[in-house]
């Protein structure tokens, strides 16, 4: 095999996203002598968690090619079902976990197989998905405040817990990413997402199965957003369905920022995990020095614009 | 002809929402046989491309290989039979690297559907440079590749797998002289493998040169077959036009 020196930059190896994130964390090392000491780096760690998880199966899903903005609602379905299942006895907490990433991971099928099956825009189908696990929970919840009556130490711990001194959420995003990475990066799943991504009709004729490849990266995104939504009830033990975040935008701002491209094909899970802590960075650093949401939404804007602007100079630059 | 043929269409008809874009054709390709399909643009050539590799399931009639008639649910299965098609598009994913499209759809694994990278980038490395000496630097995404070496993956992973009929859609259509002669060498090489190769051109001259037949194709029925040998351009463009022989031509 000939490889030719010099014709790769280190950007193809490391994801310029990497370098911003030690930017960052040097500047806001340097801005703020707090923003290094432990309990802030956990905290910095531990926000972007739930975004994170949400991001990941996103990542996966637009390297395929398709967007995922159904994982806002199925974060908040399954915020409910765990809830509702009622983890109060410990006996429970195992259904409260599994239930609601199932019933995430079935949502997703749903959506996997309107576009990759029945040739649907995934914008759109996803949206409708969207819709439609809103009004089901408003409805099933008479549009209520969900709240568990006592919630067994078990499951409070999901979100509680901190082996080695490090929050059990933060641990469980780490190795989400290390599978990720090795499932897209070193199996034949991985490349075919990528292919599909990249050409879907040459996909389909090299005897890819696009349809069951493509439905299975919307049933991961599915799982984990359900997972997200878990996590969420498991920390504040309690759910408002018509105040619930909205997460399927910062999550795809983190998927962007990372380098994955909107018309699929390129992506990598680790830079979407970096693009999460870069806005977790930043947003702790303006939190620090007393800067409001409205000024915290504008620089992240500025943020992603100017890595948007970056991803498409680069791409045209390597096109040919 | 042989009396089995590697493969046949017989009588296949396809439908697309009530425009009839083949009416019946029957098509053999012998081993060793270069057979030529030509035809105007919407003759029906592409769509019995994508009957004969897959991609569309005919609405009527029968594939038969060696004799034996099959369907193919999918390109897999078509390649499973070993009919292999390079498209004139050449139906490459430009963000993979040329291991990852020459092996595309039959990646070499490990166990729990580890990829082999290794293997592949080797075995690929070596089906490229049989194939092209001066192919370097494989492991970039195609993109970034030249028209004669982007051409170069597709031929190779076709002819890699143990392939029986090679269907080339217009594979001289973007190259230039120098590259298709090349590719006239590949057919005559493969021809004397034993391998069947369809070729779909509408470059006349190219396949008086190249096919042991050629079967023309018009508004989806075949209308005519010719031996180079012993027929004149001037009768296989009369017949791709008109559907029919010059009076003249045909009577002697």
């Known amino acids: 095999m000939s490889t030719r020196p010099g014709t790769r930059s280190i950007a193809d190896f490391v994801s310029p996203i990497w370098i911003v994130l030690v930017v960052a964390i040097v500047a806001a090392a340097l801005i703020s002598d707090r923003f290094l ?13 739930i975004t994170g998880i949400v991001a990941l199966g996103m990542t996966v899903v637009l390297i395929g090619g398709q967007f995922d903005l159904s994982t806002g609602a199925i974060v908040m379905m399954a915020a409910v079902m765990a809830l509702l299942i009622g983890p109060s006895h410990p006996a429970g907490v195992a259904a409260a976990i599994v239930l609601p990433v199932l019933a995430g991971a079935t949502v997703g099928t749903v959506n996997g197989l309107a576009v990759y099956k029945a040739g649907a825009n995934s914008i759109v189908a996803t949206i409708g998905m969207q819709f439609f696990l809103v009004g089901a929970v408003l409805a099933a919840v008479s549009g209520q405040h969900v709240r568990a009556d006592d919630i067994a130490a078990s499951f409070s711990a999901l979100a509680g817990a901190r082996p ?10 780490a190795a989400l990413v290390a599978a990720l990475s090795v499932v897209m990066g070193k199996t034949v799943f991985g490349r075919h997402v990528y292919a599909i991504g990249g050409d879907v009709e040459a996909s389909r004729r090299a005897g890819i ?25 498991s920390l504040v033990g309690h759910v408002d369905p018509t ?3 909205r997460y399927e935008f910062p999550a795809l701002t983190a998927v962007v920022l990372g380098g994955t491209s909107l018309t699929g094909g390129v992506g990598r899970p680790a830079d979407t995990a970096a693009a999460i802590l870069v806005i977790a960075v930043i947003t702790n650093v303006m939190t620090i020095l007393d800067y409001q949401y409205p000024v915290q939404l504008l620089v992240q804007g500025i943020v992603l614009a100017g890595a948007v602007a970056y991803y498409s100079w680069r791409r045209a630059e390597f096109a040919r | 002809m042989a009396a089995a043929a590697l493969v046949e269409l017989v009588g296949i008809t396809r ?3 009530g425009v009839h874009a083949l009416k019946g054709v029957d098509l053999a390709v012998g081993a060793g046989e270069v057979v030529a399909l030509v035809g105007h643009n919407g003759a029906g050539k592409s769509v019995l491309v994508q009957i004969l590799s897959g991609v569309f399931a005919p609405t009527g009639g029968e594939i038969r290989v060696a004799g034996r008639p099959v369907t193919f649910a999918s390109p897999a299965d078509a390649r499973r039979y070993g009919i292999e098609t390079i498209y004139q598009t050449l139906a490459l994913a430009d963000n993979l690297d040329a291991p990852a499209n020459f092996f595309l759809g039959r990646e070499l694994r490990r166990a729990f559907g580890f990829l082999d990278k290794k293997r592949m980038s080797s075995e690929a490395a070596r089906a490229l440079s049989d194939l092209n000496p001066n192919f370097i630097d494989i492991e970039r995404p195609v993109r970034q590749m030249s028209g004669g070496q982007r051409q170069a993956i597709a031929i190779a992973r076709a002819i890699h797998f143990d392939v029986k009929l090679l269907v080339m859609d217009e594979p001289t259509a973007a190259l230039g002289p120098h590259e298709t002669a090349q590719v006239g060498e590949l057919i005559a090489r493969l021809r004397s493998q034993g391998i069947g190769i369809l070729l779909i051109s509408h470059d006349v001259r190219d396949v008086m040169r190249l096919a042991d037949r050629i079967v023309v194709l018009k508004n989806g029925e075949v209308v005519g077959e010719v031996r180079p040998a012993d027929s004149s351009e001037d009768e296989v463009v009369d017949l791709i036009i008109r559907g029919r022989r010059l009076p003249s031509g045909s009577a002697a």
């Open chain 1, 37 to 49: 000491s432990p309990n802030n780096v956990l905290a910095v760690l531990q926000q972007g968690v």
């Open chain 1, 164 to 173: 080695l001194g490090i929050p059990l959420p933060v641990v469980i995003f």
């Open chain 1, 209 to 233: 199965a696009v349809v069951r490849t493509g439905t299975a990266t919307f049933a991961l995104s599915g799982a984990l957003a359900a997972f997200s939504g878990v996590l969420i009830a």
């Open chain 1, 243 to 245: 105040a619930i975040g």
């Open chain 2, 15 to 17: 439908h697309f929402a």
